[in-house]
């Protein structure tokens, strides 16, 4: 098994338990994300380990004309093309789950966990305005999506807002203007909260107004990190305690960040690559590669980067026999 390429590796763990766990006989552990592309058309993604530098392109038949929605645990969230089909795709065991047709517009989805546990929940969020918020919600074996309004006395930034993401058992969503939303689907409510020392700095300064703007929100066991980029600028760190939001250290705490316009994912003590945030690229000429910003070193690898993150790329836990 050693002698194998890892793709041969990846196939031949599918084959029955025994060969899987010869695979991990042969392997090291990986704590961190892996830099997956997937492109709309064509069968093959391509993979980035972002401490090795080594890339991978895995020929996937299953996967079709679709696009990418979300990822965790492993799982891919795809859509066909054809728009209203979703269905869950695990690139490793090629394992497919299909999901009810969803025919409604939604600006972020997210789900909480595998798609084969019991208490995996799929959410798609719209705002339909400032002041009105659309939530559906579905699961592996649903026949349909719920949908439910909701009017809300706070608004919701509809130009700059964050993903969606779950933690415990509850869907965030923050915006701009420094409005936490917090759905519960187990009791179909929406709450929602404001903070004014997290709202964006243009607010009440211009001098960022022209530079480009991203949130990205994500959680670490159990609590909820919110993290800011402006263009080049040095991307800043909260944490959610006690109802507070307080800025990260400049070291980030040993904190490893990986951030994607989808989703986002965090890891601790990584070495290597601890105190950092990485963000997937894929350039021009097939040119995959991560930009990482150090908070040891101040500044932006491999240089000053004009773009953060591509819109066909986010982070997937790597191959099983790897972690």
Known sequence: ?????????????????????????????????????IPTWGNSIDLLDPLQGKRYTMNLPEKGVTDVSYSKDGWLLMRRSCFVQFLFFNPYSRELISLPDYELPYMEIAFSSAPTSETCTLVTLNPISEYIVAISTCYPGATEWITTEFHCSLPFDLNIHSNLVCANDHFYCF?????????????????????????????????????????????????????YTYGSETPVVYKLVSSEWEEMSSTLDGLTIFASLWCSETRM???????????????????????????????????QPKRLCSVDSLWIDPPPFLR
Not at 1 to 29: G, P
Not at 176 to 202: I, K, Y
Not at 293 to 299: F, G, I, L, Q, T
């Open 1 to 37: 098994m050693s002698l194998l390429s890892l793709k041969d590796q990846i196939r031949a763990s599918t084959v029955c338990k025994a060969w899987r766990e010869a695979a991990k006989s042969v392997t090291v552990v990986h704590k961190y994300q892996w830099f997956v592309s």
């Open 175 to 227: 915006t701009s203007g420094g409005v936490l939303f917090d759905f519960d689907p187990a009791s179909r409510t929406l709450n929602h909260q404001a903070w004014d020392n997290v709202r964006f700095p243009e607010i009440h300064n211009n001098q960022w107004s022209y530079r480009p703007k991203e949130l990205f929100l994500m959680e670490h066991k159990g609590e909820l990190i919110l993290m």
């Open 269 to 303: 003590d990584v070495l290597g690559m601890k105190n950092s945030v990485y963000f997937p690229k894929y350039g021009s000429r097939n040119n995959m590669q991560c930009v990482s910003y150090s908070y040891d070193d101040a500044r932006y690898y491999p240089g």
